[in-house]
């Protein structure tokens, strides 16, 4: 489906669940008549299979593509290559909060493969009492963690914006990560206070969109300040 966000938006306001997934949710987003489209491009497609092939042996590439994904999972996994999640933070006039986030997950991952982003506590998060959180990157470590909560329970507890963000970038840091991977999170709170900071193997740091209602368009900014966990 060309937009899952839209058809998540569907379930919250229709039903009385969260998550759907699997041929249920294809199911519900055919019932709302939800646009179908390929997504995966010819450019995709072929930068996928340079990548194996640059990682495999003449006699492994023979037998590719295999019917057992499995003994091959990690070759194709590569979490630095998944630069397409977008994570947007708004409050409103009224002082709502909302969090969504929309990605294509990790790229080249083992089929079936369920990342961060829909997982509400790890990708992200939103409570108009306190903020929101969202995160790009590497969900398996922000699965593990619940980031994006973690960051709202710090300022619930009485955290600054920035120390409840820096809090649950130490509890990313000190999880075992076993691929070398980047998490960066995006946080705001009730007084429209935010920051973006990025932990891991951050060779980059992020850029990201503002606008409020002071600013005639929105800006883009650099990660800036930020500090770098490792
Ligand atoms: N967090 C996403 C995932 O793990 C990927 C990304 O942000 O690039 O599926």
Redo the contacts with the bound molecule.
Sequence with gaps: FVHPISVARRVMEDLPHVLLVGDGAARFADEIGAERGDLMTDEVREGWAAWLKDRMSAQQWEKWPATQLAPWARLTAD?ET????VCVLARDADGDIACGVS?S??AWKYPGRL???PIIGA?NYADNRYGAAA??????ITLRTGTARSVILYLKMGLSLQDAVRAAAEDLCQARWFYKGRVTIYALDRSERHIVRTCGDASDRSAYWLWSDRMAHPELRDEGAAEIYD
Excluded: I, R
């Design positions: 979490p998944a630069h397409g999640t990605t997950g990790w990342g961060d982003s990708g995160c790009t990157g590497f969900g398996e």
